[in-house]
C-alpha cells in the first residue's frame, strides 16, 4: 500500500514562497512520473507541474517562471517551489506519483495541503 503525505502549506502573503513536499511509503517498483496538482473551490484539479523519472518537467501556462518542481527518485519524493505567490493561488495542492509493475500502472494521490495566499 503507498501513502503520499504533503507537506509544507499554509498562509502566505502575495508575493511570497512557499515549499512544498511530497513523501511516499510503501513499496513502489518503478516511478514513472511524478506531479503536483491543484483544486481552488468551485473549480476541477489541475496540473500545475509534473517531472518524469528521467527529470522532464512540465509546467501550467500561469505558473511557468514562478514554480519549480524537483524530485528525489531515490527517496520516491518530490517538491513544489512556489515563489511570487498569487491570490490566485489559493487551493489545495495535492501530489500524485504514477508507479509501473510489470506493466501495469498505477497512480497515487496524497490528501492534499492547503495553500492560501492572501494578505
Known amino acids: 500500500q503507498v501513502q503520499l503525505v504533503e507537506s509544507g502549506g499554509g498562509l502566505v502573503q502575495p508575493g511570497g514562497s512557499l515549499r512544498l513536499s511530497c513523501a511516499a511509503s510503501g513499496t513502489i517498483f518503478s516511478i514513472v512520473d511524478m506531479g503536483w496538482y491543484r483544486q481552488a473551490p468551485g473549480n476541477q484539479r489541475e496540473l500545475v507541474a509534473g517531472i518524469t523519472f528521467s527529470g522532464s518537467t512540465n509546467y501550467a501556462d500561469s505558473v511557468k517562471g514562478r514554480f519549480t518542481i524537483s524530485s528525489d527518485n531515490a527517496k520516491s519524493a518530490s517538491y513544489l517551489q512556489m515563489n511570487s505567490l498569487r491570490p490566485e493561488d489559493t487551493a489545495v495542492y495535492y501530489c500524485?506519483?504514477?508507479?509501473?509493475?510489470?506493466?501495469?500502472?498505477?497512480?497515487?494521490w496524497g490528501q492534499g495541503t492547503r495553500v492560501t495566499v492572501s494578505s
Open positions: 500524485k506519483l504514477t508507479d509501473n509493475y510489470r506493466g501495469s500502472v498505477s497512480t497515487y
